[in-house]
């Protein structure tokens, strides 16, 4: 590890945001990184944005104490409710959020200009996801639905059964009718890529899935370019807030590698 | 109302508590109740117990400057993690949980004495239920499932549904089964209540439900016979930690009557 080096900094208010350090450490296994689980506050995405906020800049600031060089917040809600505040209070740290990404992902992926937003109740009806793709593109037509019961199914492990394609269909079968439907639709929760399967398998065989957390991953990679946050010896430092034993046990699964409770530190913001 | 009335203070990590009250204002009806709902850190189901009797002990804080003459601990996790620390906290004021009443129910239901609890995460790996029910009756045989996605489907509305009937069988038909089989089901989530059409549709006929909101009214009921807090103008007074908005949407479906946001009063513990 060089001594330039700086760790990237990920933070979620649980083990969702693990899906999007699967795919930065995909895009930079050189960088060393520490992930920040917010387990004993978690979820962010029924509570108010200013309690989010809040929460945010806590989690940010742990992580700043702790030498990183680069923020990402990998949790929609805190994205959309977090991130320009938390860019403001570290004007010299590169901060990037999950559902900007995203939203340029399916504004060039949509050939029918008419995306599908699905996402936490927190996310969808703070319109961050609406708001990101008209600053893009003002004559996109978005739809969007809260699809609480899909995080339930992730962290339950529930993720190719028949259960997660009853209630994909329940959630989506709406808004992919008639003939002028979505051609494209941002998965805009970090739980939902587990469910990409069941989700597919409920959809019109057309449509475009996105996947904030890749689409993520691929924008932290091109900004950080060659820079001191990817030259690292490709580890990983793990912080959580709260159940060390039931973030290593869940966050497997979201990782798509063994994690070990012995691993993880208990911290208090 | 008269002077010398107490109300009776209620919590629970959100609007699941709500089932406990609705059991409470028909057991109680002249009762003045103050409901809190601790929003901004719900679920307390996935947290450890330090943090939850942590919260918990706040919650009836808050209750107590208040002047609560009662305190019913609406939440299955909190009566688990912190009903022995609040007991001592106010050694004056009658402390009631929700474990104890339904485990009772369920021990004198049981005619196999054999029986099944499903709660929360954290209530069944807590292990509260398994050891009221052992207290009152050693000889007792107890098997416990956590059954989360129950608390989502519960919010989302499916109450009555084929997909809650899919869940319902996918957690309980393994602990329905074979000949010794349990003939008793508690319901150890306040959320579950509202599920119980679907979850007798899944039940072998014979077993036994019991609705620990319905088991802790008739406890409280009991224990504070006509006492200072059962003399009031039958109100109740909302409280929450954050969400007003939400609380009193998907509130309204646990208690079972409409509820406002204007009403909502928002504290900070």
Partial sequence: ???????????????????????????????DFIYLGDTARLPYGTKSAATVARYSSQC???????????????????????LNELRREYPHMPVVGVIEPGAAAA??????????????????????????????????RVIARACSLFVAIAEEGWTEDPIAEAVAHRYLDGMFAGPQMPDTLVLGCTHFPLLATAIAAALPPAVRIVDSAATTAA??????????????????????????????RIGSRFLGEPLSAA???????
Avoid at 71 to 76: E, K, Q, R, S
Avoid at 224 to 243: H, I, K, M, Q
Wanted: charged share 15%; with cysteine.
């Fill in 219 to 248: 924008a932290v990679a091109a900004l950080l370019g060659a820079g001191p946050c990817t030259r690292g010896a490709g580890s990983v430092r793990w912080l959580a807030t709260d159940g060390a034993a039931r973030f290593a």
């Fill in 60 to 82: 940010a600031a742990a992580l700043r104490a702790r030498g990183i060089g680069c923020l990402v917040v990998a949790c929609n809600t805190a994205s959309a409710s977090a």
């Fill in 107 to 140: 504004v060039a992926a949509s050939r029918a200009r008419h995306i599908a937003v699905i996402g936490t109740e927190g996310t969808i009806a703070g319109g961050a996801y609406q708001q990101a793709i008209h600053r893009l593109d003002a004559n996109v």
């Fill in 263 to 269: 691993d993880v530190e208990i911290v208090d913001l």
């Fill in 1 to 31: 590890m060089r001594t330039d080096a700086a760790p990237i900094g990920v933070f979620d208010s649980g083990v969702g945001g693990l899906t999007v350090l699967r795919a930065l450490r995909g895009a930079l296994p050189s960088a």
